[in-house]
């Protein structure tokens, strides 16, 4: 079945511990892209890939760190994790660029206290 | 930066009638994309309309585009419960070799049985 997975989906930590949310996509997508989401802002980009090794800031990419050493992966890294990153947070793929129709996960609820 | 703002921020209407939501942008696109999330999921891709189309459909949803006004409309005709979700317009953009897609804030439809 052709998806986007992330792992974990629930995860609550204290400020300052390293994680991972990692994310995998079985479809062969080039662009992969991750967001988080907050009540009334919506959906924020972070960052996002368009090839393995070619990543870039989205609008928000303070306090996060991202790799695409293969082309189904792309983790999210949070190396020192504070409250404000408390948030919902997807991965999505799409397979051409300009991004066209986007595939999510379903989602990482981070709570960070 | 928010790119799409969609209009209005929350809508009830009752089971058969039309609903229709308005997305605004302030920049130059290449698509403009519809999307649905229902409560804490990931987001599912409706329709995508390019710049140089000015109305698409797709079963019972009908997106119109007005580049001029940098607006585009999603009318859901014959409305069911199961559309009882959030949508959220996106904007594809491509600057200089970085390709974004940026979401709105979204509109949260309810129908009533």
């Known amino acids: 079945e052709a998806q986007v997975t992330q792992n974990p989906r629930y995860l609550i930590t204290v400020t300052g511990k390293k994680l991972t949310v990692t994310c995998s996509q079985n479809m062969n997508h080039e662009y992969m892209s991750w967001y988080r989401q907050d009540p009334g802002l919506g959906l924020r980009q972070i960052y996002y890939?368009?090839?393995?090794?070619?990543?870039d800031k989205g609008d928000v990419p303070e306090g996060y760190k991202v790799s695409r050493k293969e082309k189904r992966n792309f983790p999210l890294i949070l190396e020192s994790p504070s409250p404000n990153q408390t948030s919902l947070y997807f991965c999505a793929s799409s397979p051409r660029l300009p991004p066209y129709e986007q595939y999510f996960g379903p989602g990482t609820r981070l709570t960070v206290t | 930066s928010q790119q799409g703002e969609e209009d209005p921020q929350a809508l009830s209407i009752q089971e058969g009638e039309n609903a229709t939501m308005n997305c605004s942008y302030k920049?130059?696109?290449?698509?403009l994309q519809w999307y649905r999330q229902n409560s804490g999921r990931g987001l599912v891709h409706l329709i995508l309309i390019r710049s140089n189309e000015r109305e698409k459909h797709s079963g019972r949803l009908r997106v119109t585009l007005d580049t001029s006004k940098k607006s585009s409309s999603l009318l859901i005709t014959a409305s069911r419960a199961a559309d009882t979700a959030s949508y959220f317009c996106a904007t594809g953009e491509s600057n200089f070799g970085n390709e974004k897609l940026t979401f709105g804030t979204g509109t949260r439809l309810t129908i009533i049985p």
């Open positions: 890939s368009m090839n393995v090794e070619v990543t």
């Open positions: 920049t130059s696109i290449n698509n």
